[in-house]
Structure formats: C-alpha cells, structure tokens
C-alpha cells in the first residue's frame, strides 16, 4: 500500500473536523473535545458599556467561529500582552494615528490596526511551528531559534532543513571508506590527517590551528578512537544556540549567535544539493534574475560539483555576505577523501559577542580569497549580473560579486 502525506496542518484538519462535527482521534479530535474551546489568538478589541472586549479566533476551529469574549472571561495573559504590543508596533510606525475612535459610545480598534494585530499572531504562529520543525530535523544538540520583528514575513515556502549533503542522481558523497587509524588516544603517528599528509587541525582546546587554505582531515566512522577525540569537531555538528532572525536593511534573514563564539571555533557547515558545475551554470542565470546567491563551487581539487543551498539545506542558507567576515571557510574531508568533493565548514575568525550577527566573505574560497575584481571562479556563486553588496563593513567593497 501506498499513500500520500497530508500538508494540512492539524489546525486546519481539526477545523474540518469541526465544521462537518467528524471525530478523528489521530488529531485528537473526540467526542469530548469536538466542542472544546482554546484561544488561539486575539483579533480585534472594543469597549462597550464600560466592558471590555476582545474576538478570539478558536483554536482548531475556523474563523467564522470567531466570539466576542468579555476580557474577564480570558485566561490567556500572554497573548493579551502579545495583541497590545502588536498596537503599539502598529502605531509607533504611524500609519495610522490614533488607535481608537468613539462612536456611540463604543470604543474599536480602526480596521487596519486589527488586520495588522491578525496578521502578526498568524506570522507568530507560524513561526513558531517553523522553529518547531528545524529543531525536529536537526541532529545536533544546540537549539535554533526564529525571530522576525521587523516586518510580517513568515517562513520561507519553499524551503526544507537537511544535516548533510543531498546529493543529484549519479554523485556518490561517500566513497565507500573501509579503514580508519588504530591511534588508543589521538593524535598518533599514523592517524588520519598525518596519513593524508597534513598536520592535526585542531589544539588541545579543540580550536582550529591551521591557516585559511590547509584542509581538515578528521577521524571517520571506521577510526578506533571514540565520540571524545579531539579529532572529531565538524562531524558533531553546531555547538553553539543560533537564531534566524529578520535584518532590518533588507537584507532579508540572517542569522545571530545566542552563545559567545571563541576564536578559530568551529561554528556551522555549509550543506545542500550537490550538483555539476554545468547544472550550477544553469540554476546560476535563474539566481541571478531573482537576486540569490546560494551556490558554492567545492573547488578544493577541481571545478566539478557545487552545492546549492537554495531549496535545501541547514542554518548556513541564512548567514549573510559580509566584506568583514566573522566567519571563514575550510574544506574538510571525514567519511568521503574525494577531492572533489569537500565538506565545507565555517569557523570562527575572532571572538563573537552573544547577540552578534555571523557572516561569511561570498567571495571566500577555501584556499584564498579573491579580489573584488576577479572574474572567473567565484565562490560561493559564479555571477553574472552584479549584486549590489549592503554588509555596511567599512571595507565594502559595493558588490557582492
């Protein structure tokens, strides 16, 4: 048997449920709580006869269902905080001027106040079940956080969070590994990045010791050593709270560490779709009309795959170009040697203060850095049509590319 996945959210399910009176315990939708009633959030406000009142969309239940409720009749504290300070939002913008009007004695909220206030708490509530399913989907401990005070943009639609590369139909990210070092306690003489003829990437304190171009060699799934080897950094994923939050210069999402950040500590890997650099041209001249720049040629060894961050990918999709980075790329190499296909990490380049945006250089190779006037090999993207740069570091250099 086969089926297809419902994309209805279990509000909108129950609200179904409700209108046509079906129960469906799978959605939790009984006899007992066919008729029960939760607030979900608070629509419009009035005054009258000296009572206040507010109209609660029900939880669960469609928006012809909405009630005027006595505000004393209303256990929901939060969201009345939430719908007062959604006002004042509204009106600190002035776009409207006064927030009520009298009319026979009936104090009301002017119409474009309240679609505004319905409009944030269905943004808050999505967001919310956005952050919800990142944190289902990521695999490591840290938490991620979503945060958007500035406009009433919701979650990206066509967006979807994965852990490690997806690779196109006939690239193969694992090369099929076999062997791993033998070292009781890394580093050892034969372990892996001495194998490979490199030096350990990391100290004793688990920070990166390497320079801007070296690559990383870490201990892989068939090496003796434990989870607690100092060998094993990028593999364990972000260690460190991150917020996707809305930048308030247009420059769409960004992303901000919660936790302050040490320097040369590993901070996030760059994934996505892995894809030939011929489909990366192509995906490349539709980026380039919209204004994105998600592609970023793994040429480590050579020029022939990319990874495009575009629909999927992790937290890094969200991190900002800036002039000034705080962020600085290397190529690391665990379960899969092929030089042509690195994993790509960002580390840190100083400290990072709790709060701070994080921001990496577009133009930033794992090797070196090019030059604002570079026009071939470009990374994360090869451009042709120049985006207008507003990092606002001082040493901007205008564009993006």
Same mark, same amino acid.
């Given at each position: 048997?086969?089926?297809?996945?419902?994309?209805?959210?279990?509000?909108?399910?129950?609200?179904?449920?409700?209108?046509?009176?079906?129960?469906?315990?799978?959605?939790?939708?009984?006899?007992?709580?066919?008729?029960?009633?939760?607030?979900?959030?608070?629509?419009?406000?009035?005054?009258?006869?000296?009572?206040?009142?507010?109209?609660?969309?029900?939880?669960?239940?469609?928006?012809?269902?909405?009630?005027? &409720?006595?505000?004393?009749?209303?256990? *929901?504290?939060?969201?009345?905080? =939430?719908? $007062?300070?959604? /006002?004042?939002?509204?009106? +600190?913008?002035?776009?409207?001027?006064?927030?009520?009007?009298?009319?026979?004695?009936?104090?009301?909220?002017?119409?474009?106040?309240?679609?505004?206030?319905?409009?944030?708490?269905?943004?808050?509530?999505?967001?919310?079940?956005?952050?919800?399913?990142?944190?289902?989907?990521?695999?490591?401990?840290?938490?991620?956080?979503?945060?958007?005070?500035?406009?009433?943009?919701?979650?990206?639609?066509?967006?979807?969070?994965?852990?490690?590369?997806?690779?196109?139909?006939?690239?193969?990210?694992?090369?099929?590994?076999?062997?791993?070092?033998?070292?009781?306690?890394?580093?050892?003489?034969?372990?892996?990045?001495?194998?490979?003829?490199?030096?350990?990437?990391?100290?004793?304190?688990?920070?990166?010791?390497?320079?801007?171009?070296?690559?990383?060699? &870490?201990?892989?799934?068939?090496?003796? *050593?434990?989870?607690?080897?100092? =060998?094993? $950094?990028?593999? /364990?994923?972000?260690?460190? +709270?991150?917020?996707?939050?809305?930048?308030?210069?247009?420059?769409?999402?960004?992303?901000?560490?919660?936790?302050?950040?040490?320097?040369?500590?590993?901070?996030?890997?760059?994934?996505?779709?892995?894809?030939?650099?011929?489909?990366?041209?192509?995906?490349?001249?539709?980026?380039?009309?919209?204004?994105?720049?998600?592609?970023?040629?793994?040429?480590?060894?050579?020029?022939?795959?990319?990874?495009?961050?575009?629909?999927?990918?992790?937290?890094?999709?969200?991190?900002?170009?800036?002039?000034?980075?705080?962020?600085?790329?290397?190529?690391?190499?665990?379960?899969?040697?092929?030089?042509?296909?690195?994993?790509?990490?960002?580390?840190?380049?100083?400290?990072?203060?709790?709060?701070?945006?994080?921001?990496?250089?577009?133009?930033?190779?794992?090797?070196?850095?090019?030059?604002?006037?570079?026009?071939?090999?470009?990374?994360?993207?090869?451009?042709?049509?120049?985006?207008?740069?507003?990092?606002?570091?001082?040493?901007?250099?205008?564009?993006?590319?």
């Amino acid at each position: 048997a086969w089926y297809v996945p419902c994309l209805a959210s279990l509000e909108t399910l129950q609200e179904l449920c409700r209108k046509e009176n079906l129960t469906c315990k799978s959605i939790g939708i009984t006899n007992k709580s066919l008729k029960s009633y939760e607030v979900e959030y608070l629509c419009d406000y009035k005054v009258e006869e000296g009572k206040a009142y507010y109209l609660v969309k029900w939880k669960g239940w469609p928006e012809s269902s909405n009630t005027w &409720e006595p505000q004393k009749h209303l256990n *929901c504290p939060l969201l009345i905080e =939430n719908f $007062i300070r959604d /006002k004042n939002e509204y009106l +600190s913008r002035g776009r409207e001027g006064k927030a009520m009007k009298v009319r026979n004695h009936v104090k009301t909220l002017k119409p474009a106040i309240a679609d505004y206030i319905v409009k944030k708490a269905k943004q808050r509530i999505a967001l919310q079940r956005w952050k919800e399913e990142l944190n289902r989907k990521k695999n490591h401990r840290a938490m991620i956080l979503v945060e958007n005070t500035v406009d009433l943009e919701g979650p990206p639609l066509d967006f979807y969070y994965i852990n490690e590369y997806k690779p196109a139909p006939g690239i193969n990210v694992l090369n099929g590994i076999t062997t791993g070092c033998e070292c009781a306690d890394c580093p050892a003489e034969k372990c892996c990045p001495k194998e490979a003829g490199f030096i350990l990437a990391y100290n004793k304190r688990k920070k990166l010791k390497i320079q801007p171009g070296l690559p990383i060699y &870490e201990c892989n799934s068939y090496c003796r *050593c434990g989870p607690d080897c100092p =060998n094993r $950094i990028v593999q /364990k994923g972000t260690p460190y +709270s991150l917020c996707i939050f809305r930048t308030n210069n247009g420059r769409g999402w960004g992303v901000k560490t919660l936790q302050k950040i040490k320097t040369n500590s590993f901070v996030m890997e760059y994934v996505g779709e892995v894809i030939t650099s011929e489909e990366a041209e192509r995906r490349g001249q539709l980026y380039d009309n919209q204004g994105n720049t998600y592609l970023f040629d793994l040429d480590y060894d050579s020029d022939e795959f990319t990874v495009d961050a575009a629909r999927y990918g992790n937290v890094s999709h969200f991190v900002n170009h800036s002039c000034d980075p705080n962020l600085q790329v290397f190529n690391v190499f665990i379960d899969n040697l092929d030089l042509r296909l690195p994993r790509i990490a960002l580390f840190s380049t100083r400290t990072i203060k709790a709060g701070e945006e994080l921001t990496f250089d577009y133009q930033m190779k794992g090797s070196i850095d090019l030059t604002s006037d570079s026009a071939e090999g470009l990374s994360p993207s090869k451009k042709r049509i120049r985006t207008v740069c507003k990092c606002g570091a001082v040493c901007c250099r205008g564009y993006l590319n």
